[in-house]
Nanobody
Framework: QVQLVESGGGLVEPGGSLRLSCTAS????????MGWYREAPGEQRELVAI???????TYADSVKGRFTIFRYGPENTVDLRMLALKPEDTAIYYC?????????WGPGTQVTVSS
């Protein structure tokens, strides 16, 4: 069973930065894509940033230029660097990974942007 474990969430002031990390229990290159999603209160889960097995990245328009996704193959880790955080970035951030047949999720980590 594939497991994804997130870390790095927390409370930060507007304009601040955070780095989220997701470690998989298997070789991340076995996934078609892997990345980050978020779910704000009362809203549906949305894609934030993903990286495909071939290295192509996709970002939500709302985070382009502020968030960057990184992949560390030897460590089976995908990180999300978040800069210039805004209150509207407040959400539970989930790591997700997809194969042809399955989608896996981590338990989530809370990110709160508030003064």
């Amino acid at each position: 069973q594939v497991q994804l474990v997130e870390s790095g969430g927390g409370l930060v002031e507007p304009g601040g930065s955070l780095r989220l990390s997701c470690t998989a229990s298997t070789n991340i290159f076995d996934f078609n894509d892997m990345g980050w999603y978020r779910e704000a209160p009362g809203e549906q889960r949305e894609l934030v940033a993903i990286i495909e097995s071939g290295g192509v990245t996709t970002y939500a328009d709302s985070v382009k230029g502020r968030f960057t996704i990184f992949r560390y193959g030897p460590e089976n880790t995908v990180d999300l660097r978040m800069l210039a955080l805004k209150p509207e970035d407040t959400a539970i951030y989930y790591c997700g990974a997809r194969t042809l047949r399955n989608k896996y999720w981590g338990p989530g980590t809370q990110v709160t942007v508030s003064s």
